[in-house]
């Protein structure tokens, strides 16, 4: 073999190579486009739980086999399935004709391309170490539901919680800074958050929750600070 056409195979396996990495990456980065669907319910970080169980380490984990996520139905547990690429590729496409009787509210994502970026950038980004997975997904106060989990531990006076009464139909919550919010009794949620994010016992937080930011989420440590904060005041 002459040593032009040596160099040029090199060339071209280079440029190959290169190509692939490329739409690896292309297909990662749309993959992290449709994980934003998944971070209401999804960490990527080690043990930090939400709705979901962490996705971080998914690859060849057991299904149901988180030892920090107490939520997993029966029938997850009892599948004895291993997370692998079709494994995962089977549950995104259609939950409950892959694992019936499962507690996912996902109803799957039937776009073949769609799930194969998803699945391209959950391969990278649920790996030890990598960036994503040691990036907390709160660090604000935020909407409720946008995926965030602030910590509640050190906070703002405008989110902290220093009295609530209830007069008929309305809960009055005053914060630290001052200011009382009025909220119709349905349109206010009592929660707790024993996890070591959650807030200081005596100390709960309102979180904003609607598109019109006419409800919200008062976080208490324990559920037994919920009776004792709340006065009947008119």
Not at 133 to 152: H, R, V
Request: glycine letters at 10%; one cysteine or more; aromatic letters at 6%.
């Amino acid at each position: 073999m002459n040593l032009s056409l040596t160099v040029s195979l090199a060339l071209f396996g280079m440029m190959t190579m290169d190509s692939a990495r490329a739409e690896d990456g292309d297909a990662a980065a749309r993959g992290q486009r449709v994980y934003r669907a998944c971070v209401a319910c999804h960490s990527l970080e080690p043990d930090r739980n939400m709705t979901g169980p962490s996705l971080a380490e998914l690859w060849n984990r057991t299904a149901g086999g988180l030892a920090s996520f107490r939520r997993y139905s029966p029938a997850l547990r009892s599948s004895r399935i291993i997370w692998t690429d079709d494994t995962l590729d089977e549950w995104l496409r259609n939950p409950d004709q892959f694992i019936p009787g499962n507690q996912m509210t996902f109803p799957g994502l039937r776009n073949d391309q769609q799930r194969a970026d998803l699945l391209a950038f959950l391969k990278m980004a649920t790996q030890p170490g990598h960036p994503l997975s040691t990036q907390g997904q709160g660090g604000g106060m935020g909407m409720m539901g946008g995926g965030q989990t602030p910590n509640l531990k050190k906070i703002d006076p405008t989110i902290q919680v220093s009295a609530i009464t209830l007069c008929h139909d309305t809960y009055r919550v005053t914060t630290a800074d001052g200011n009382t919010r009025d909220f119709w009794e349905r349109n206010l949620r009592f929660k707790t958050d024993s996890s070591d994010d959650g807030p200081e016992q005596g100390r709960p937080a309102i979180l904003r929750a609607g598109m019109m930011g006419d409800r919200a989420a008062v976080i208490f440590a324990l559920p037994s600070e919920i009776s004792t904060f709340i006065a009947r005041k008119c």
